[in-house]
Protein backbone atom coordinates (compact mmCIF):
# COMPACT_ATOMS: atom_id res chain seq x y z
CA UNK A 1 0.00 0.00 0.00
CA UNK A 2 1.16 3.20 -0.49
CA UNK A 3 1.37 6.30 1.86
CA UNK A 4 0.49 9.71 0.69
CA UNK A 5 1.85 12.64 2.80
CA UNK A 6 -0.96 14.72 4.43
CA UNK A 7 -0.64 17.41 1.44
CA UNK A 8 -1.21 14.24 -1.27
CA UNK A 9 -4.73 13.43 0.75
CA UNK A 10 -5.93 16.93 1.47
CA UNK A 11 -5.47 16.95 -2.32
CA UNK A 12 -7.25 13.96 -2.84
CA UNK A 13 -9.94 15.25 -0.58
CA UNK A 14 -10.30 18.52 -2.43
CA UNK A 15 -10.55 16.66 -5.92
CA UNK A 16 -13.25 14.67 -4.83
CA UNK A 17 -15.06 17.79 -3.31
CA UNK A 18 -15.04 19.26 -6.84
CA UNK A 19 -16.43 16.02 -8.12
CA UNK A 20 -13.52 13.56 -9.11
CA UNK A 21 -14.73 10.18 -8.72
CA UNK A 22 -11.15 8.77 -9.17
CA UNK A 23 -9.87 10.86 -6.14
CA UNK A 24 -12.42 8.63 -4.01
CA UNK A 25 -11.55 5.94 -5.28
CA UNK A 26 -7.68 6.60 -4.42
CA UNK A 27 -8.36 8.15 -1.29
CA UNK A 28 -10.05 4.78 0.21
CA UNK A 29 -7.84 2.05 0.14
CA UNK A 30 -5.47 4.98 1.60
CA UNK A 31 -7.60 5.92 5.16
CA UNK A 32 -8.74 2.27 5.42
CA UNK A 33 -6.44 1.34 7.55
CA UNK A 34 -6.08 3.92 9.51
CA UNK A 35 -10.06 4.95 9.98
CA UNK A 36 -10.15 1.06 10.90
CA UNK A 37 -7.75 0.89 13.52
CA UNK A 38 -9.84 3.92 15.32
CA UNK A 39 -13.15 2.01 15.17
CA UNK A 40 -11.44 -1.11 16.21
CA UNK A 41 -9.78 0.79 19.36
CA UNK A 42 -13.23 2.43 19.81
CA UNK A 43 -15.20 -0.78 19.65
CA UNK A 44 -12.53 -3.56 21.47
CA UNK A 45 -11.10 -1.18 24.47
CA UNK A 46 -8.83 -3.87 26.02
CA UNK A 47 -9.79 -7.11 23.52
CA UNK A 48 -8.48 -8.19 20.15
CA UNK A 49 -9.88 -10.35 17.64
CA UNK A 50 -13.27 -8.12 17.28
CA UNK A 51 -13.24 -7.65 13.22
CA UNK A 52 -16.94 -8.34 13.03
CA UNK A 53 -18.09 -5.05 14.55
CA UNK A 54 -14.97 -2.91 13.68
CA UNK A 55 -15.79 -4.43 10.12
CA UNK A 56 -19.75 -3.56 10.24
CA UNK A 57 -18.69 -0.03 11.15
CA UNK A 58 -16.41 0.67 8.72
CA UNK A 59 -18.62 -0.51 6.39
CA UNK A 60 -21.38 1.75 7.68
CA UNK A 61 -19.00 4.45 8.28
CA UNK A 62 -17.86 4.19 3.95
CA UNK A 63 -21.81 4.05 2.93
CA UNK A 64 -22.29 7.57 4.69
CA UNK A 65 -18.56 8.70 3.58
CA UNK A 66 -20.07 8.11 -0.51
CA UNK A 67 -22.42 10.92 0.20
CA UNK A 68 -19.60 13.63 1.86
CA UNK A 69 -18.55 15.00 -1.69
CA UNK A 70 -20.36 18.10 -1.32
CA UNK A 71 -18.33 18.68 2.11
CA UNK A 72 -15.41 21.53 2.19
CA UNK A 73 -12.27 19.25 3.13
CA UNK A 74 -9.75 21.71 4.82
CA UNK A 75 -7.65 19.09 5.18
CA UNK A 76 -6.70 15.23 6.18
CA UNK A 77 -7.08 16.13 10.16
CA UNK A 78 -10.66 17.59 9.06
CA UNK A 79 -11.93 14.30 7.44
CA UNK A 80 -10.51 12.25 10.05
CA UNK A 81 -12.49 14.42 12.97
CA UNK A 82 -15.74 13.96 10.55
CA UNK A 83 -14.78 10.45 10.66
CA UNK A 84 -14.69 10.45 14.47
CA UNK A 85 -18.05 12.30 14.68
CA UNK A 86 -19.41 9.98 12.40
CA UNK A 87 -18.46 6.80 13.85
CA UNK A 88 -19.88 8.32 17.15
CA UNK A 89 -22.62 9.08 15.91
CA UNK A 90 -23.50 5.14 13.97
CA UNK A 91 -22.46 3.76 17.54
CA UNK A 92 -25.06 5.15 19.20
CA UNK A 93 -27.89 5.18 16.23
CA UNK A 94 -26.98 1.20 16.51
CA UNK A 95 -26.74 0.89 20.26
CA UNK A 96 -29.98 3.21 20.46
CA UNK A 97 -31.85 0.60 17.78
CA UNK A 98 -30.28 -2.53 19.16
CA UNK A 99 -29.84 -4.16 16.07
CA UNK A 100 -27.21 -3.68 12.93
CA UNK A 101 -27.64 -5.65 9.51
CA UNK A 102 -24.51 -6.63 8.15
CA UNK A 103 -24.17 -5.11 4.69
CA UNK A 104 -24.56 -7.53 1.61
CA UNK A 105 -26.98 -9.42 -0.23
CA UNK A 106 -28.86 -11.84 1.80
CA UNK A 107 -26.75 -11.95 5.17
CA UNK A 108 -27.74 -12.40 7.84
CA UNK A 109 -28.64 -10.40 10.89
CA UNK A 110 -25.82 -9.32 13.04
CA UNK A 111 -26.41 -7.67 16.55
CA UNK A 112 -23.89 -5.32 17.04
CA UNK A 113 -24.92 -5.46 20.87
CA UNK A 114 -24.54 -8.47 21.45
CA UNK A 115 -21.44 -8.74 19.50
CA UNK A 116 -20.17 -6.28 21.69
CA UNK A 117 -21.51 -7.42 24.48
CA UNK A 118 -18.92 -9.79 24.43
CA UNK A 119 -16.15 -7.31 24.69
CA UNK A 120 -18.07 -4.30 26.64
CA UNK A 121 -20.64 -5.88 28.70
CA UNK A 122 -22.32 -2.88 29.77
CA UNK A 123 -21.63 -1.58 26.13
CA UNK A 124 -25.11 -0.01 25.57
CA UNK A 125 -25.59 1.65 28.61
CA UNK A 126 -22.20 3.15 29.19
CA UNK A 127 -22.07 4.09 25.78
CA UNK A 128 -25.33 5.75 25.43
CA UNK A 129 -24.32 6.75 29.43
CA UNK A 130 -21.02 8.23 28.11
CA UNK A 131 -23.10 9.92 24.88
CA UNK A 132 -25.49 11.90 27.33
CA UNK A 133 -21.98 13.16 29.59
CA UNK A 134 -20.86 14.50 26.61
CA UNK A 135 -23.57 16.05 25.61
CA UNK A 136 -23.79 17.83 29.15
CA UNK A 137 -19.94 18.63 28.40
CA UNK A 138 -20.42 20.55 25.63
CA UNK A 139 -22.76 22.87 27.07
CA UNK A 140 -20.21 23.48 29.69
CA UNK A 141 -16.80 23.74 27.76
CA UNK A 142 -17.29 22.36 23.96
CA UNK A 143 -13.52 21.54 23.37
CA UNK A 144 -12.75 19.43 25.63
CA UNK A 145 -16.04 17.34 24.70
CA UNK A 146 -14.20 17.67 20.98
CA UNK A 147 -11.38 16.54 22.37
CA UNK A 148 -13.13 12.99 24.20
CA UNK A 149 -14.96 13.02 20.71
CA UNK A 150 -11.56 12.71 18.48
CA UNK A 151 -9.62 10.29 21.01
CA UNK A 152 -12.01 8.09 22.17
CA UNK A 153 -14.43 7.65 18.99
CA UNK A 154 -11.54 8.79 16.66
CA UNK A 155 -8.73 7.57 17.82
CA UNK A 156 -6.64 10.87 16.69
CA UNK A 157 -4.06 11.02 18.22
CA UNK A 158 -2.77 14.41 20.88
CA UNK A 159 -1.23 15.49 17.98
CA UNK A 160 -3.51 15.01 15.21
CA UNK A 161 -6.49 16.60 17.94
CA UNK A 162 -4.40 19.61 18.41
CA UNK A 163 -4.56 19.92 14.35
CA UNK A 164 -7.98 19.52 13.91
CA UNK A 165 -9.33 22.05 17.17
CA UNK A 166 -6.23 24.32 16.06
CA UNK A 167 -4.60 24.39 19.52
CA UNK A 168 -1.46 23.13 21.15
CA UNK A 169 -0.58 19.70 21.95
CA UNK A 170 -0.70 20.49 25.76
CA UNK A 171 -4.37 22.16 25.46
CA UNK A 172 -5.24 19.07 23.90
CA UNK A 173 -3.30 16.79 26.68
CA UNK A 174 -4.77 19.05 29.65
CA UNK A 175 -8.50 19.01 28.06
CA UNK A 176 -8.11 15.04 27.70
CA UNK A 177 -7.35 14.60 31.53
CA UNK A 178 -9.72 17.41 32.85
CA UNK A 179 -12.79 15.64 30.71
CA UNK A 180 -11.67 12.12 31.72
CA UNK A 181 -12.07 13.51 35.51
CA UNK A 182 -15.22 15.27 34.40
CA UNK A 183 -16.86 12.45 32.74
CA UNK A 184 -15.63 10.22 35.54
CA UNK A 185 -17.54 12.31 38.07
CA UNK A 186 -20.92 12.64 35.96
CA UNK A 187 -20.75 8.95 34.83
CA UNK A 188 -20.06 7.52 38.31
CA UNK A 189 -22.63 9.95 40.19
Given at each position: M?????????????????????????????V???????????????????????T??????Y?R?V????????????????????M??????????G???????????V?????????W???????????E????L??????K?????L???G?L???E??????????????????A??????EL??
Open positions: TTLSSHEITGLLQAWNRGDGQALETLIPLYAELYGSAQRCLARGRRGNSLQTALINELLMDWHALNWQDRAHFYAICATQRRILIDLFRAQFQKRGGGAERSLHSSAAAVPDAKKDLLAIDALKRTAVDERSRVVERFFGSVKTAEVLKVSQETVTRDWKLKAWLLCTG
